[in-house]
């Protein structure tokens, strides 16, 4: 059974830094393309970033160059390095996992910014 387990959110202050991880299992990791993805309250859920199975990586422009996706296929994990937080960067982060036009999601973790 696929499972995707995201852990790291919290409370940070403007400015501040948090790193989100993705532990996958059940899947063969190394096959899918791995996002991340945010909803905050009230709004629709966004891709934030996206690594490809070969490691290629696109982001939203709201978060290019104060965000960056990597992926361990060793250790079936995918991290969001999160620097120079906003407090629009307030909601609920979701791990993706992606084979084709098969998609898993993680439960959500809460990162919070306060201004």
């Known amino acids: 059974q696929l499972q995707l387990v995201e852990s790291g959110g919290g409370l940070v202050q403007a400015g501040g830094s948090l790193r989100l991880s993705c532990a996958a299992s059940g899947i063969r990791f190394s096959i899918h393309a791995m996002g991340w993805y945010r909803q905050a309250p009230g709004k629709q859920r966004e891709l934030v970033a996206r690594?490809?199975?070969?490691?290629?990586?696109n982001y939203a422009d709201s978060v290019n160059g104060r965000f960056t996706i990597a992926r361990d296929n060793a250790k079936n994990t995918v991290y969001l390095q999160m620097n120079s937080l906003k407090p629009e960067d307030t909601a609920v982060y979701y791990c993706?996992?992606?084979?084709?036009?098969?998609?898993?999601w993680g439960k959500g973790t809460l990162v919070t910014v306060s201004s």
């Open positions: 993706n996992a992606k084979y084709y036009t098969i998609d898993y």
């Open positions: 690594i490809t199975n070969d490691g290629i990586t």
